[in-house]
């Protein structure tokens, strides 16, 4: 595979589920591994860039994860939202997570102070989606939607998860 490319996600969906199931080790560190695929549209990706790339190089010190991100024009199926693949230890990439989150949610709260000026409404620029296979995306919802919902009134969040309606029999994930 060449440098930078995003990795085909089916050769991961054995230590995806394990972050949900059974520990497993993998690597010398003996840390869990996982991978997150998490969908973000251009602006958000350009935050996480940054100037010359300075951005996710300095995500990739402070977090130990990877991070990789579909080139520009590079489109999740379906959506205009690139892919942004983090890997690595799972404390490495939740704190990769928490640390894009937090700097999407502070470039747009400057960002709409900027749109209010200009009379401008920036419609899901701040919206952040994962790609979760079929089966964690049940373990998601939980029996009866009882986990998503308690994570929604927990967090305060919108959660929307994929219907299955809208997908087809060979679709490996749902968005969420």
Excluded: W
Excluded at 166 to 176: A, H, K, V
Aim: charged residues 20%.
């Amino acid at each position: 595979m060449e440098s930078g490319a995003i990795p085909d996600m089916n050769q991961y969906l054995p230590v995806m589920s394990s972050a949900v199931g059974q520990p497993q080790e993998v690597g010398g560190n003996g840390a869990q591994q996982v991978v997150t695929k998490v969908l973000v549209s251009n602006p958000i990706a350009g935050s996480v860039i940054g100037k010359a790339g300075a951005n996710i190089e300095q995500l990739q010190r402070s977090s130990a994860a990877r991070i990789q991100l579909s080139r520009s024009g590079e489109f999740y199926p379906g959506t205009s939202d690139r892919v942004l693949l983090l890997s690595g230890s799972l404390h490495s990439v939740l704190t990769a997570i928490f640390m894009i989150l937090e700097k999407v949610s502070r470039d747009s709260l400057a960002g709409k102070g900027k749109m209010a000026m200009m009379n401008k409404r920036a419609d899901h620029e701040d919206e952040v989606k994962l790609a979760l296979s079929r089966r964690l995306c049940g373990l998601l919802i939980g029996h009866k939607g009882q986990t998503v919902r308690d994570i929604i009134n927990d967090s305060g969040a919108t959660v929307r998860v994929q219907s299955l309606s809208e997908l087809t029999p060979s679709d490996p994930e749902r968005t969420i």
